[in-house]
């Protein structure tokens, strides 16, 4: 994994205030799976000392601040597969956990054509203390948790949830679900078959974006140098807004996945 600027706690801590969270929350620590389900653009949250980032708070009920009813769909299918879960706890506005870090899009300043006052003009040292505080603390946990599944003599398979608008920039998007790779098809070929056999759902195969372009930082550091078989999944964000679209496309997902998961072969 690509190794963090080694920043002392007291930067990392200097972002929170008194009784908020850290950086991300592990669901199902226990489980003997060797399935990773990692969010990483779950929650809206804003550190209470970076005041909302300049922004009215409607911003943050849209899709440039998270990935709406991602946190809710991970935490039902860790609990139908078994699986650990790890969920971010912050606003991707602050800092894009999917993102390479100095890349332009990591901490935008435009996002989706809105204005991010709380982003522009960040000294070195702010930007260190975000990737201290959230991007290093999420990202070497999950290695952390890749790890365990290793040290029981398991291949870890890794799967990263996300939701994608239904329009975008004009276009009205068909897709129900995408599923995302670049060089491992290991899964995503197995997965795009099952799903596809039903003929009720639209199935994107690397859409509503390719895998490679813009390229994740999480499949790409933890899926693709690794080693491990990843994919990553986007469903239409209308889908799963509300409690019963969760619960039907996490029976989806869980349905065609766990059949996927008994008949691939893994070292």
Same mark, same amino acid.
């Given at each position: 994994? !690509? $190794?963090?600027?080694?920043?002392?706690?007291?930067?990392? $801590?200097?972002?929170?205030?008194?009784?908020?969270? @850290?950086?991300? %929350?592990?669901?199902? *620590?226990?489980?003997? *799976?060797?399935?990773?389900?990692?969010?990483?653009?779950?929650?809206?949250?804003? @550190?209470?000392? +970076?005041?909302?980032?300049?922004?009215?708070?409607?911003?943050?009920? +849209?899709?440039?601040?998270?990935?709406?009813?991602?946190?809710? +769909?991970?935490?039902?299918?860790?609990?139908?597969?078994?699986?650990?879960?790890?969920?971010?706890?912050?606003?991707?506005?602050?800092? !894009?956990?999917?993102?390479?870090?100095?890349?332009?899009? *990591?901490?935008?300043?435009?996002?989706?054509?809105?204005?991010?006052?709380?982003?522009?003009?960040?000294?070195?040292?702010?930007?260190? #203390?975000?990737?201290?505080?959230?991007?290093?603390?999420?990202?070497? $946990?999950?290695? &952390?948790?890749?790890?365990?599944?290793?040290?029981?003599?398991?291949? @870890?398979?890794?799967? *990263?949830?996300?939701?994608?608008?239904?329009?975008?920039? /004009?276009? &009205?998007?068909?897709?129900?679900? /995408?599923?995302?790779?670049?060089?491992?098809? $290991?899964?995503?070929?197995?997965?795009? %078959?099952?799903?596809?056999?039903?003929?009720?759902?639209?199935?994107?195969?690397?859409?509503?974006?390719?895998?490679?372009?813009?390229?994740?930082?999480?499949?790409?550091?933890?899926?693709?140098?690794?080693?491990?078989?990843?994919?990553?999944?986007?469903?239409? #964000?209308?889908?799963? /807004?509300?409690? !019963?679209?969760?619960?039907?496309?996490?029976?989806?997902?869980?349905?065609?996945?766990?059949?996927?998961?008994?008949?691939?072969?893994?070292?």
């Amino acid at each position: 994994m !690509d $190794r963090p600027y080694t920043a002392p706690d007291s930067i990392a $801590r200097s972002l929170f205030s008194p009784g908020e969270p @850290p950086a991300w %929350e592990e669901l199902n *620590s226990d489980s003997p *799976s060797p399935l990773l389900l990692v969010c990483d653009h779950a929650s809206n949250r804003v @550190p209470l000392k +970076l005041g909302h980032l300049g922004l009215d708070l409607n911003v943050f009920g +849209l899709h440039v601040a998270y990935d709406i009813g991602c946190e809710k +769909l991970t935490r039902l299918l860790s609990q139908q597969f078994n699986a650990t879960a790890l969920l971010a706890h912050y606003s991707r506005l602050v800092i !894009d956990l999917n993102r390479h870090p100095g890349d332009g899009s *990591s901490i935008p300043e435009v996002s989706d054509s809105i204005e991010i006052p709380g982003n522009h003009a960040l000294t070195p040292e702010q930007i260190r #203390q975000r990737e201290a505080a959230l991007f290093w603390p999420y990202h070497n $946990r999950i290695e &952390q948790i890749l790890g365990r599944i290793c040290s029981r003599g398991q291949t @870890p398979i890794l799967c *990263s949830i996300h939701s994608f608008t239904p329009v975008f920039r /004009g276009f &009205q998007r068909p897709w129900h679900i /995408g599923v995302l790779w670049d060089r491992d098809h $290991r899964l995503s070929t197995p997965l795009l %078959e099952s799903l596809n056999t039903t003929r009720q759902y639209c199935v994107g195969d690397n859409e509503p974006y390719h895998a490679r372009n813009p390229v994740g930082y999480t499949m790409d550091v933890h899926g693709e140098k690794n080693g491990y078989p990843h994919l990553l999944l986007e469903i239409r #964000q209308d889908l799963i /807004g509300h409690d !019963d679209g969760v619960a039907e496309w996490a029976g989806i997902i869980h349905t065609h996945l766990r059949q996927v998961l008994a008949r691939v072969t893994l070292p």
